[in-house]
């Protein structure tokens, strides 16, 4: 990404902040072919080698003058990566290498012809599908968070003003709108916390702006460490400035004046254009001292977590601001009552801060009217597991598992049966197939036993091992618990040991009704929303698929073939051809038999049951499906 040196004139009013943005629209060349290389997640696909490769050929070429080459933010279509969109033709070319970049430059850049190899191919008819409004990842979503991901270069902010960036910030200082105004106007859009509980924001933007006590915090939760979830990163990666500008509008709207995004270390890319975003908007007058020539001021600073899970509790993500240990504390008093250094602070998330713009812009009427009667809006999710089209996705509110399984996601991995979905990381639950139809928003998953949670949302086939699933995200949050309180720390580890000896097919039928038992004292007793909610997993799990732990406890065995432990190597006789390639991939020297050579019988091979680990190799290894999983 580009280096943060131009040097910004500041703005001293919203009147030379609208004129800059016809300024930008104006100087536009919409005769220009624009080339939008998605930078981010795509990197780890080689999309930096791509970019590079293809700046030279259009160098080559001669086309400076003509292409302009955008190293966007995440496009989504993380299954596809590298991506990148030609506009003004409308071209979605998947899985480029930097040698599809001469091609590109000669065949669409030079005469704006498709090049349909680079195209999408329908996984059910075969068809190649040009144009990004058409494939099905896109065509069924609607873009509000996300509606600048993949467009703009996040690294400049006078991309995201052209697309009327900080035109909500303006509305607001120009027009004189009262602050307890700007609170009823996000009251009514219906909007709720994207972070996982589902908090009505203007709810508490009001209870923040009816604070007496100053000076008063606004907190962004950036620090997202769900298994597979990315909608945190991906926002902050492509579009930081959507969320600098939500956090001012909630300033102004509760009357604070101090700002924290809290982003997690491990997110590189996020903090270097958080912090780039950061700097750009106070260069424009757009943050800190004297907003836009107003007498409201307000500021952020940038706050990189450690990484704990536990921090993305409310209070543990305060204690970690303020320098102590990120561990979780009692509520009440709440953080709108006393937060960070005992004053009143508002916490929200990424995603619930890139809807505030839009809202104010477009009228909180139009945002109410998009989902359900209680859940408005669109939700981002991060789609993960046995699906054709992993990847990042914005959706309307209400829309069925179905749909964005099988439309949206392009159906499951090799035709194989759904067998459920796990939402919400490891605070949330199972579905199974049985709810397919179900229409996701908080109140219906609430019924089903699962939650939003943040928008992780993993597709398994037959082929996952439902006590498998429940083993890994309840392992996951025994490493990531503090420690601080029993329930969680004890409680959650012993839950483990029983899921261990199930999986290792040790377990008895009176360790399901510990399990339950133990779950709901946890989630009565555990201190914090990670205690409360780890069970989560567990006891949707044995309520939606209890005959598979009993499968694991009585008949010993795994019907999904996954623990370890369970599974029974053999191999037959019929089948094998004597080649010898298992015996000698064995480890253990648990396949006996003798391999067949020319002018010579051989032996056909098998695996004694009592020496073999279960290492899987001689079913990895066999070329000719003679080795049997049972």
């Known amino acids: 990404m580009k280096s943060n040196d131009t040097v910004r004139e500041r703005l001293k009013s919203v009147v030379e902040l609208d004129a800059l943005r016809r300024r930008l629209k104006a100087a536009r060349d919409s ?132 697309r009327d960036g900080y035109a909500a910030l303006g509305m607001l200082l120009s027009q004189g709108v009262k602050p307890d105004k700007v609170v009823e106007m996000v009251k009514k859009s219906g909007l709720r916390g994207r972070g996982g509980a589902g908090f009505p924001t203007g709810i508490k933007w009001q209870l923040a702006h009816d604070q007496p006590s100053t000076p008063k915090y606004l907190v962004c939760n950036a620090d997202e460490g769900d298994p597979g979830a990315f909608m945190d990163r991906a926002v902050l990666e492509g579009d930081p400035h959507s969320v600098i500008e939500g956090m001012v509008v909630g300033a102004y709207a509760m009357g604070a004046s ?4 809290y982003c997690r270390a491990e997110y590189p ?38 990484g704990a899970f536990v921090c993305g509790e409310e ?43 839009p809202i104010i812009t477009r009228g909180p009427e139009w945002y109410a009217d998009m989902g359900t009667e209680t859940s408005k809006g669109t939700k981002i999710f ?16 209400g829309i069925t598992l179905r749909e964005i399984i099988f439309e949206v996601g392009g159906g499951i991995l090799e035709n194989k ?30 019924k089903v036993g699962a939650i939003m949670g943040s928008g992780g949302l993993i597709v398994l086939d037959q082929g996952n091992c439902i006590v498998d699933i429940a083993k890994f995200f309840l392992n996951f949050t025994c490493n990531e618990s503090c420690g601080k309180c029993t329930p969680c720390r004890i409680g959650l580890t012993r839950m483990l040991e029983i899921l261990i000896k199930i999986s290792r097919g040790e377990g008895v039928p009176e360790d399901l009704d510990t399990l339950e038992t133990m779950a709901r004292v946890i989630k009565d007793a555990a201190l914090c929303g990670l205690g409360q909610t780890a069970p989560n997993p567990v006891l949707t799990s044995l309520k939606h698929f209890r005959e598979e732990y009993e499968a694991h406890i009585v008949d010993k065995k ?25 015996s ?17 019988e051989g032996i056909p091979f098998h695996i004694i049951e009592e020496t073999c680990n279960k290492c899987g190799m001689c079913y990895s290894v066999c070329p000719f499906g003679s080795v049997a999983l049972a």
């Open 269 to 306: 890319i996020a903090v270097r254009h958080v912090q780039m975003a950061i700097q750009q908007a106070e260069q424009c007058g757009l943050l800190g001292d004297n907003i836009l020539g107003s007498e409201f001021s307000f500021h952020i600073k940038l706050k990189e977590g450690a």
């Open 558 to 582: 795994c019907p999904s073939l996954k623990c370890k432990a369970l599974i029974t190597y053999s191999i037959d006789q019929e089948l094998c051809r004597m080649c010898g390639i298992c």
């Open 315 to 357: 209070t543990a993500l305060m204690a970690s601001i303020e320098g102590e240990r990120g561990m979780p504390r009692p509520r009440p008093p709440f953080p709108i009552q006393s937060g960070l250094w005992g004053q009143p602070t508002c916490i929200n998330n990424v995603e619930t801060l890139a809807n505030i713009a």
């Open 258 to 261: 101090l700002g924290y995004v």
């Open 31 to 162: 005769k220009k072919v624009t080339v939008r290389v998605c930078m981010t997640g795509c990197r780890a696909k080689g999309a930096d080698k791509v970019a590079a490769a293809l700046r030279h050929e259009v160098s080559n070429f001669r086309l400076k003058d003509k292409v302009d080459i955008v190293e966007t933010g995440c496009h989504g279509f993380c299954s596809m990566a590298p991506v990148m969109v030609v506009e003004p033709f409308g071209y979605l070319y998947c899985k480029v290498t930097p040698e599809d970049m001469h091609e590109i430059a000669r065949t669409t850049l030079k005469t704006g012809e498709v090049i349909e190899r680079l195209c999408y191919e329908d996984p059910f008819t075969g068809a190649r599908i040009p144009l990004n409004k058409d494939i099905p990842f896109y065509k069924n979503q609607k873009k509000i968070v996300l509606r600048n991901c993949g467009i703009i270069d996040p690294t400049q902010i006078e991309q995201y003003i052209e």
């Open 382 to 397: 991060a789609l993960a597991g046995a699906i054709n089209n992993t990847g990042l996705v914005e959706v309307p509110m």
């Open 417 to 446: 049966r759904f067998k459920a979905a796990q939402t919400g990381g490891p605070s949330g639950g199972v579905i199974p197939a049985d709810y397919i139809d179900l229409p996701i928003d908080y109140d219906s998953l609430a």
């Open 584 to 600: 000698k991939s064995c480890p253990t020297g648990a396949i006996t038999g003798q391999v067949k050579k020319k002018g010579q």
